[in-house]
């Protein structure tokens, strides 16, 4: 079954760090490049990060200061999201997505379930 | 970095009423415009790529069309399950950034 799901949300306190996992299957995983994408509780969509699919280029959105990371391990078929210095405007739910080309243009046309970020005290 | 506005927010349509939404690219981004639907408590579905080609399985009652930094994205004879939020996205150059949605209520 062609698939993503998210794991390693949870409750984590202001400051902390997490890492959220993105386990693909059904696919040659080792082909495509990946994204993050997460949505704030009652909030649009916000486009995070993106990782190439031999993993040598990483783009990120300037919002996230650096504090992010995305990688990943080809042979597991998994990409990651680190996370720290954590604070409550990144309580959100985290979605992971595959990038199909169409001639030039990009697309994100698998998505997985989200996994849920809640950073309080 | 490219802003992208859709408009409007919300809007609220009969059942097998029209809808059209907008999107503005802050810059030209040729053709490189998606289109997602997200229903509540789901996760985004692509609907449109470049623009105008639908995603396979999407139903052809949607439509997208533009180019440079106008799109749209039609619905003709809305069904239940079009009862959702929108979102548009450009690919043209990261960061990838979305639309701020558009929300159809039904009347």
């Known amino acids: 079954q062609v698939q993503l799901v998210e794991t390693g949300g949870g409750v984590v306190q202001p400051g902390m760090s997490l890492r959220l996992s993105c386990a693909a299957t059904g696919f040659a995983f080792n082909t495509y490049s990946m994204h993050w994408v997460r949505q704030a509780p009652g909030k649009g969509l916000e486009w995070l990060a993106l990782i190439t699919y031999d993993g040598k280029e990483k783009f990120y959105s300037e919002s996230l200061r650096g504090r992010f990371t995305i990688s990943r391990a080809n042979p597991k078929k998994i990409v990651y999201l680190d996370m720290s210095r954590l604070t409550a405007e990144d309580t959100a739910v985290y979605y992971c997505?595959?990038?199909?080309?169409?001639?030039?243009?990009?697309?994100?046309?698998?998505w997985g379930q989200g996994s849920l970020v809640t950073v309080s005290s | 970095d490219i802003q992208m506005t859709q408009s409007p927010s919300s809007l609220s349509a009969s059942i097998r009423g029209r809808v059209t939404i907008t999107c503005r690219a802050s810059?030209?981004?040729?053709?490189?415009l998606n289109w997602y639907q997200q229903q509540s408590g789901k996760a985004p579905k692509l609907l449109v790529y470049?623009?105008?080609t639908l995603q396979s399985g999407v139903p052809p009652r949607f439509s997208g069309s533009g180019s440079g930094t106008d799109f749209t994205l039609t619905i003709s004879a809305l069904q239940p399950d079009d009862f959702a939020t929108y979102y548009c996205q450009q690919s043209y150059t990261a960061p990838y950034s979305f639309g701020q949605g558009t929300k159809v209520e039904i009347k």
């Open positions: 997505a595959r990038e199909e080309r169409f001639r030039s243009v990009y697309y994100l046309d698998l």
């Open positions: 810059q030209n981004i040729r053709t490189n």
């Open positions: 470049a623009a105008s």
